[in-house]
């Protein structure tokens, strides 16, 4: 019985992170070289982030911050340039 510590980890099935079994369950009801391919990549992509110690929400985070670029521009809305004054 575990602590009330492990409730912050994340849930493994076999050492492999549970979020990732997802395309494996796909797989499982729709058997084609495509879906296989896809479950293994997401489950070696699961394997290396686990080594380096970085989340599924880090991971999106990096890949929005490689789409986007690093420089955020502040957008001022249309209908507040007007309100200036006040």
Known sequence: ?????????????????????????????HWSTVTLSISVAIMLLSFVMLYHHVSYEDMFRIIRRALTGRLRYRHQPKHRANMRNY
């Not at 510590?5 to 050492?15: K, S, V």
């Open 1 to 29: 019985m575990g602590s009330w510590a492990d409730t912050g980890l994340y849930p493994t099935i076999f050492g492999i992170d549970a979020r990732s079994f997802l395309p494996i369950v796909v797989f499982l009801f």
